[in-house]
């Protein structure tokens, strides 16, 4: 591991998240291998790697979608380990999905309320009726708003185009107001404008949101990151600041040397 | 809101038609013949909770509805009055319906099917083998219909009236539900359930809860049934009975409100009405199920109103929006 003795030194905050020693295998197949990371509160952190490095793996073990074999993940200095899925989305931690993941017969609105809907008490009430809860709409709307789809709002989701589901994907993400946010691939199948768009609303999130984010686009992601993980073979290969990443010849040999 | 005041509009009529009822037809049989529509709806409206809203198909609610009738017809033979044995088939149906809901929730579509089918099967065996609890084959007569206020629900048009109310309380439930937090919690769990999970949902708690309240509402249409019948025979646990509900569902169009109605009177008609002119009334209901299937696949609802948005389009000759992109495709440039 080359974590420079200085990120420790200057008396740092424990990590808004951290995993140590996780390990997964599909059959004989090790997709995650003892991998350790730790993510200072408010930093943003880039996920590099070749296809079937076990990128998105690594974010399923975080978010709990998929059971680990071994290890551990810390929460803001609370062990999640053993936590399912959703109390993970209650405690703060949300993601977006490298593959769309939303609701196809809603409208985009419904889609961001159902985010705000998760966290809410109001989800398992039978008797009142979702589209007068303003207070729910509203923050949907606004959280639309943030991602510049507000003019859309009633548009049902399979009328949009790709770049708007992008953008709807960090929409039900940030709603969700959370304290770490998984980023899977978020400029994925965009036009140069939608990246540009997609940048500017990235650059946005406040200081208070930690962001953990897996991209392919290295022109957006390595002005977006200030520490970057470079995973190969469900390992993590080099860990360290963007210049300390780039220039190491691990990372050429492994990823941008093609 | 022109749409809204049509909707109202359209409920004040059909509840005028449905309420003046027995005055128009004017005809004890055609009158028994809507009490059974009501009856089969209200069922098909609680398996419409799960088939259509959870996306989880059931194949054994026969068994939840023959689980109240039989509970209970028992208990009034037993010399128990109306209210307890009524209260206690719906005791009964919810904690069948948890049971059913343990087992079968450990799977989902066809899966969720077959453990739903199987245990079917079993309420299905205990009314028919176990003679000594329900008789067998020969099934429990039900000794009379309560009276409400002190008004006897024996005449046909009196009960008529007693199930018009619960069908409509039923409806009234079932749009609240359909509206509700709960219900949207619902459907995203059909549609997305990882994402669902990922967002902060219970699934499993969500799908569990929807059970309990399909199953309430199967056990009152039992119970309806059974008043109607005054009668219940292990016919009403068999695995037919499941699958005209599943056919009343999907024929009308699942996840619509008005769907599982128009299906229970189709099955209802063509079981009681054509079946005195046609002899193979089955054979006819096949064949109306597959033009169903073929011609409106998303339902007869559904369908209608697909087909009256197209020739209203058509009449008014206008060009057609652009086609939407239907299908979510990756495009990486």
């Known amino acids: 591991m080359t974590a420079p003795a200085d990120a420790t030194a200057h008396n740092a905050p424990p990590p808004a998240l951290a995993v140590r020693g996780l390990t997964k295998s599909f059959g004989g197949l090790r997709v995650t291998k003892n991998v350790d990371l730790a993510v200072a509160p408010g930093e943003r952190r880039l996920i590099i790697g070749p296809n079937g490095a076990g ?3 690594l974010f399923n073990l975080i978010t709990g979608e998929i059971a680990l074999d071994s290890g551990a993940i810390i929460f803001n200095g609370a062990d ?38 998760g966290l809410s008490d109001l989800r398992w009430n039978p008797f009142i009726a979702l589209d007068r809860q303003r207070h729910l709409v509203d923050a949907a709307r606004a959280a639309l708003a943030r991602v510049g789809l507000d003019h859309l709002a009633d548009r ?16 039900m993400a940030l709603a969700q107001n959370p304290k770490v946010l998984l980023l899977d691939e978020p400029f994925a199948g965009l036009s140069l404008d939608e990246r540009r768009d997609v940048q500017k609303l990235l650059m946005g999130i406040p200081r208070d949101v930690t962001i953990v ?11 977006f990151a200030e520490r970057i993980t470079l995973l190969h073979f469900g390992e993590v290969i080099v860990e360290g600041s963007r210049a300390e990443v780039v220039a190491d010849p691990r990372t050429r040999e492994v990823y941008l040397g093609h | 809101m022109t749409g809204g005041t049509a909707r109202l509009a359209a409920i004040a009529v059909a509840t005028l038609l449905l309420a003046t009822l027995p005055a128009w037809v004017a005809n004890t049989y055609y009158v028994n013949i809507a009490s059974q529509i009501m009856v089969f709806a209200v069922f098909a409206l609680a398996l419409n ?13 026969a068994g939840l509805f023959a689980i109240a009738g039989y509970t209970a017809a028992l ?14 088939g719906l005791a009964a149906v919810l904690v069948a319906s948890a049971a059913f809901a343990v087992l079968s929730l450990r799977a989902t579509g066809i899966g969720f099917l077959m453990i739903t089918l199987a245990l079917g099967q079993i309420v299905w065996g205990i009314a028919y083998r176990w003679a000594g609890l329900t008789h067998g084959d020969n099934g429990v007569n039900v000794a009379g219909r309560p009276a409400i206020f002190g008004l006897s629900l024996a005449s046909s048009n009196a009960f008529y009236y007693a199930t018009l109310v619960v069908f409509m309380i039923a409806i009234a439930a079932m749009a609240l539900f359909v509206r509700s937090p709960f219900g949207a919690s619902l459907r995203g769990t059909r549609d997305q359930p990882r994402r669902m999970n990922a967002l902060g949902y219970n699934v499993w708690l969500i799908r569990f809860v929807a059970f309990l309240f399909s199953g309430f509402w199967t056990g009152v249409s039992g119970l309806l049934f059974i008043y109607y019948n005054q ?23 699942s996840a619509t409100l008005l769907g599982p109605i128009v299906g229970s009177a189709i099955v209802v008609i063509m079981k009681n009405v054509v079946s005195a002119y046609v002899e193979r009334w089955n054979m006819a209901l096949g ?16 369908g209608s109103v697909r087909l009256w948005k197209l020739a209203w389009q058509g009449s008014r000759r206008q060009p057609t929006a652009p086609p939407a992109p239907a299908a979510l495709k990756e495009q990486r440039p």
């Open chain 2, 49 to 61: 909770v799960l088939v259509g809203y959870g996306g989880l198909v059931s194949l054994g609610h």
């Open chain 1, 156 to 171: 049902p989701l399979a009328q949009t185009s790709y770049g708007e589901r992008r953008r709807v994907e960090i929409a």
């Open chain 2, 287 to 302: 064949i109306i199920f597959v033009l169903i299937i073929i011609f409106m696949p998303e339902g007869l609802v559904p």
């Open chain 1, 80 to 117: 999640i380990t053993r936590q399912p899925s959703r109390r993970r989305a209650h405690l703060g931690l949300a993601r977006t999905y490298q593959i769309i993941t939303l609701f196809a017969r809603d409208t985009i609105l419904r889609n961001v309320t159902l985010a705000l809907l």
């Open chain 2, 231 to 253: 009668f219940v025979s292990p016919q009403v646990a068999s695995l037919q009975q499941s699958a005209e509900g599943l056919l009343m569902v999907i024929s009308g169009g």
């Open chain 1, 213 to 223: 984010m897996i991209e392919h686009d290295m022109d957006v992601a390595l002005e």
């Open chain 2, 75 to 88: 208990l009034m033979e037993a010399g128990h009055g109306h209210l307890v044995a009524d209260l206690a």
């Open chain 1, 55 to 57: 990128k998105t793996t």
